[in-house]
């Protein structure tokens, strides 16, 4: 079959109806979604009517440009259309100017029926974000809004995290931030790569299950720049209501789990999904207890080790439990 030069050069993506043109833009930056507008009148303002933003300081030239940018691209929007999603990545602590721009800012997204907000700047959101409606997905940088989301869950019985990572590059993070919140939490299953979450949300509970996660027990950590998912600097807290307990082990875990079983006197059960990424030069070793833990000698009923390698230290492991 051959192809004319006519067909091969015909428009074939115009003929698809704005709603499927606009979707396909939505996985474009703003600014490169922007730039279809000189291919034809009709793609003048299809950029327009694009339900998600996403703006990077980096595709910019410098910091007056993306800010000037931001504002005519929000401007230039149909007041009446939707943003469903909202991207805002940048590195300059100064870029969005002072408390009343940020506030006002937040307000214009959720008055837009916004669903997924990702800010990846050193910017502190108002509280008025926390009571928006549409909101379905939220991720930020400062951990000072989700101590503020979380203080207003004190009836919470179950939690389940795919993405909460409090984890920052200069500052400090304390523990006792923490404390006192979701009180009634009684079960939680935190999954994710590289999770790190503060202890103490999740001491009181009876049911942990933990899938491809790191734990930080410190009550003071300084700054923890390329903090490595499996550093810790003090001991676990006790776990007083915990009956069962369920992991994947990202790494070297073996200190991690014998003071998990000193620390949780009423646990029954006990699963491991497998360890990933062992090291048996590197990684600290199993050793047995001085003393045998007390849910060891009363009451843990179940014990499983999945997914084996028969390394040295689950060798010990298992032989110890028996």
């Not at 915990?242 to 200190?255: A, C, P, Q, R, S």
């Not at 849910?295 to 689950?314: D, H, I, P, V």
Request: hydrophobic share 40%.
């Amino acid at each position: 079959m051959v192809v004319s030069r006519r067909e091969l050069m015909e428009d074939r993506l115009s003929e698809f109806h704005d709603s499927i043109l606009c979707h396909i833009l939505s996985f474009l930056p703003t600014k490169h979604a922007a730039t279809t507008s000189i291919l034809s009148k009709r793609w003048k303002s299809l950029w327009l009517f694009v339900l998600t933003l996403d703006f990077d300081c980096k595709s910019f030239k410098d910091m007056a440009a993306f800010d000037y940018s931001v504002h005519k691209f929000m401007l230039l929007r149909n007041i009446g259309l939707p943003i469903l999603s909202f991207r805002f990545n940048c590195t300059h602590y100064f870029c969005v100017g002072n408390k009343s721009d940020v506030t006002l800012f937040v307000s214009y997204l959720t008055n837009r029926g916004i669903e997924n907000l990702n800010i990846k700047n050193n910017i502190i959101l108002p509280p008025s974000i926390l009571s928006c409606k549409t909101l379905k997905d939220m991720r930020f940088e400062r951990h000072e809004l989700l101590v503020k989301l979380l203080s207003g869950c004190a009836t919470l019985e179950e939690l389940q995290t795919k993405y909460l990572c409090v984890h920052y590059k200069d500052s400090l993070v304390s523990e006792k931030e923490f404390d006192g919140l979701l009180p009634s939490l009684i079960k939680a299953k935190i999954s994710f790569d590289n999770s790190i979450i503060p202890v103490n949300l999740v001491r009181n509970v009876e049911s942990l299950c933990m899938k491809q996660v790191s734990l930080i027990y410190c009550t003071k950590l300084s700054m923890f720049h390329n903090l490595t998912p499996l550093t810790y600097c003090t001991k676990l807290p006790m776990f007083h209501n915990l009956t069962d307990v369920e992991f994947k082990i990202l790494g070297n875990m073996w200190d991690w789990l014998s003071q998990m079983l000193e620390r949780c006197h009423r646990l029954q059960s006990l699963i491991i999904q497998g360890i990933e990424y062992q090291d048996e030069l590197k990684d600290k070793s199993w050793e047995d207890p001085p003393i045998v833990p007390k849910c060891l000698s009363s009451q843990l009923r179940k014990c499983c080790l999945a997914y084996c390698k028969g390394t040295k230290n689950e060798l010990q492991f298992s032989k110890y439990i028996l």
